[in-house]
């Protein structure tokens, strides 16, 4: 049932897009590196506060992938790459991520919904594929965490199921086109 | 066993491979005019005439009414026009939309063969209002292109992957397929696998979408396939939520196994390109079950306008 895969060195292909990223999408890229820094610290932190119960190490390997992350992004922009968390986002989300696992799950899909808000804006900025592509195999990441948090809160998939399949109505930190 | 209605599903079955028939049709057409019956008399005559045949009578028989002076064996077949089909951002609407269409058969099948029941019912159905509003979420950017929506399902993605399916849940019984042992089992790991590559079908789309809106627009619904996968991978592996598999963390987090479940609510960090392998059916008499590898549109799965001009 093998198939041949869609490539973009395909002549098929009519146009072609930049593959590097452009001078603004590094500006871009480094704002997304940032913010996924941001969440891996914030994981983190809840796991180091005792966050988590049965399910603690769902939320370490949530910080490996935010890390994973940034650094994808890291090796995409090379000495563009910040490297460095946003403070001021850190500071706004960190006291829901404490010990309490509910809470802290609802702090959490609230986070993996911005970043999936964030990323879709960006690929709707950003002009190179390279950076197109590895933003939204990252929101594919991001979206299915929404779920998971969802059920780390003790959610049901049933009667809560606009909390797994919904994207809230979060603030972007995309720049507005 | 569930009691479901397994003829209601075959009776969807046949009513897609009539479709994709019509459709194929299309593509038979453009393969025809290759002179196969000439090639075959020809034989014959080798056959019938046993190995007597001297080169220069082959040489004889086989000359047109021009000489070149160079002498050749058999007539090459007329060639046929390769039609031209471009990957443009239609094309790409139009496929996308035909997934969805996909997605729609099968849990409009599995609902009216009353396979889910409760709760998973109510998730199935919820997902199918969700495809039919991608479905027309995509057809209407195709035609905001200039472009006709498709408004079937993928006619390879529904013979090569989705009637084989639910074939192993249903049966067979005139070619030995048995039906299988758990409905409800194989219709919700069939989902998981179906969401999962409709997610990454999207994913695949963003780096070969010319039009930077459109990118954003597809993950849109990118988003909401991937979420449906993590919905039904929490209900089926609600004890792990995300796989540590490939991952660097300590080892009192990994898993006690090196082999993964077959569905999470978070499989791996990063969208995957991968094919995503469901197991269905009944076990043999060695009892292993079927495993049919799902992947993402290739370029001879993609619904090109020009199929639309042949049909």
Same mark, same amino acid.
């Given at each position: 049932?093998?198939?041949?895969p869609?490539?973009?060195?395909?002549?098929?292909?009519?146009?072609?897009?930049?593959?590097?990223?452009?001078?603004?999408?590094?500006?871009?890229?480094?704002?997304?590196?940032?913010?996924?820094?941001?969440?891996?610290?914030?994981?983190?932190q809840?796991?180091?506060?005792?966050?988590?119960g049965?399910?603690?190490?769902?939320?370490?390997?949530?910080?490996?992938?935010?890390?994973?992350?940034?650094?994808?992004?890291?090796a995409?922009?090379?000495?563009?790459?910040?490297?460095?968390?946003?403070?001021?986002?850190?500071?706004?989300l960190?006291s829901?991520?404490g010990?309490?696992?509910e809470?802290?799950?609802l702090?959490?899909?609230?986070?993996?919904?911005?970043?999936v808000?964030t990323?879709?804006?960006?690929?709707?900025?950003?002009?190179?594929?390279?950076?197109?592509a590895l933003?939204?195999?990252?929101?594919?990441?991001?979206?299915?965490?929404?779920?998971?948090m969802?059920?780390?809160?003790?959610k049901?998939?049933?009667?809560?199921?606009d909390?797994?399949?919904t994207?809230?109505?979060?603030?972007?930190?995309?720049p507005?086109? | /066993?569930?009691?479901?209605?397994?003829?209601?599903?075959?009776?969807a079955?046949?009513?897609?491979?009539?479709?994709?028939?019509?459709?194929f049709?299309?593509?038979?057409?453009?393969?025809?005019?290759?002179?196969?019956?000439?090639?075959?008399?020809?034989?014959?005559?080798f056959?019938?005439?046993?190995?007597?045949?001297?080169? #220069?009578?082959?040489?004889?028989?086989?000359?047109?009414s021009?000489?070149t002076?160079?002498?050749?064996?058999?007539?090459?077949p007329?060639?046929?026009?390769l039609?031209?089909?471009?990957v443009?951002?239609?094309?790409?609407?139009?496929?996308?939309?035909s997934?969805?269409?996909n997605?729609?058969?099968?849990?409009?099948?599995?609902a009216?063969a009353?396979?889910?029941t409760?709760?998973?019912?109510?998730?199935?159905?919820?997902?199918?209002?969700?495809h039919?509003?991608?479905?027309?979420?995509?057809?209407?950017?195709?035609?905001s292109?200039?472009?006709?929506?498709?408004?079937?399902?993928?006619?390879?993605?529904?013979?090569?992957?989705?009637?084989?399916?639910?074939?192993?849940?249903?049966?067979?019984?005139a070619n030995?397929v048995?039906a299988t042992?758990?409905?409800?089992?194989?219709?919700?790991?069939?989902?998981?696998?179906?969401?999962?590559i409709a997610?990454?079908?999207?994913?695949?789309?963003?780096?070969?979408?010319?039009?930077?809106s459109?990118?954003?627009? #597809? /993950?849109g619904?990118?988003?909401?396939?991937?979420?449906?996968a #993590?919905?039904?991978g929490?209900v089926?592996?609600?004890?792990?939520?995300v796989?540590s /598999?490939?991952?660097?963390i300590?080892?009192?987090?990994?898993?006690?196994?090196?082999t993964?479940?077959?569905?999470?609510?978070?499989?791996s960090?990063?969208?995957?390109?991968?094919?995503?392998?469901?197991?269905?059916?009944?076990?043999?008499?060695?009892?292993?079950?079927?495993?049919?590898n799902?992947?993402t549109?290739?370029l001879?799965?993609?619904v090109?306008?020009?199929?639309d #001009?042949?049909g």
């Amino acid at each position: 049932m093998s198939t041949t895969p869609v490539t973009k060195n395909s002549d098929k292909f009519a146009t072609t897009p930049p593959r590097r990223p452009t001078s603004a999408d590094i500006e871009l890229l480094a704002l997304a590196q940032s913010a996924e820094l941001t969440a891996r610290d914030l994981y983190e932190q809840a796991v180091a506060a005792g966050a988590g119960g049965d399910h603690v190490a769902s939320l370490v390997a949530v910080a490996a992938h935010h890390d994973a992350y940034a650094q994808s992004l890291s090796a995409l922009l090379g000495t563009d790459a910040p490297q460095v968390r946003n403070d001021a986002l850190f500071s706004s989300l960190q006291s829901g991520f404490g010990s309490d696992t509910e809470s802290m799950a609802l702090a959490a899909h609230e986070l993996e919904n911005t970043l999936v808000v964030t990323h879709t804006d960006l690929l709707g900025l950003l002009e190179g594929t390279e950076g197109a592509a590895l933003v939204a195999s990252i929101l594919i990441g991001e979206s299915r965490h929404c779920a998971a948090m969802a059920a780390l809160a003790g959610k049901s998939p049933v009667s809560d199921i606009d909390l797994f399949l919904t994207t809230s109505d979060v603030a972007s930190l995309a720049p507005q086109a | /066993m569930n009691d479901f209605n397994r003829d209601e599903l075959r009776r969807a079955l046949r009513g897609t491979a009539d479709h994709r028939n019509d459709t194929f049709g299309s593509i038979v057409e453009a393969t025809r005019g290759l002179n196969f019956a000439r090639s075959l008399s020809r034989r014959r005559f080798f056959v019938a005439g046993g190995a007597t045949v001297s080169f #220069a009578a082959l040489v004889a028989a086989c000359g047109g009414s021009e000489s070149t002076g160079i002498a050749r064996l058999g007539d090459a077949p007329t060639p046929n026009e390769l039609v031209e089909a471009d990957v443009t951002d239609i094309a790409l609407l139009r496929t996308a939309t035909s997934l969805e269409y996909n997605a729609i058969f099968v849990y409009e099948a599995a609902a009216s063969a009353g396979v889910l029941t409760g709760d998973t019912a109510e998730i199935a159905k919820r997902f199918l209002d969700d495809h039919r509003a991608h479905a027309a979420a995509t057809a209407s950017l195709t035609e905001s292109l200039g472009g006709k929506a498709y408004t079937q399902p993928n006619p390879r993605l529904q013979s090569i992957y989705i009637e084989p399916a639910l074939t192993l849940i249903v049966g067979d019984e005139a070619n030995g397929v048995p039906a299988t042992d758990d409905p409800v089992a194989d219709v919700l790991a069939l989902a998981y696998a179906l969401e999962t590559i409709a997610g990454a079908t999207y994913q695949a789309y963003v780096p070969l979408l010319d039009d930077k809106s459109l990118r954003a627009a #597809a /993950m849109g619904i990118g988003d909401q396939e991937a979420r449906h996968a #993590a919905l039904l991978g929490v209900v089926l592996n609600p004890d792990r939520l995300v796989s540590s /598999m490939g991952l660097s963390i300590a080892a009192e987090y990994q898993e006690d196994t090196d082999t993964p479940a077959a569905a999470y609510a978070s499989p791996s960090a990063f969208g995957t390109q991968a094919p995503v392998p469901v197991t269905l059916g009944a076990a043999n008499e060695s009892g292993i079950r079927t495993t049919v590898n799902l992947e993402t549109p290739s370029l001879n799965s993609m619904v090109y306008e020009y199929l639309d #001009a042949e049909g």
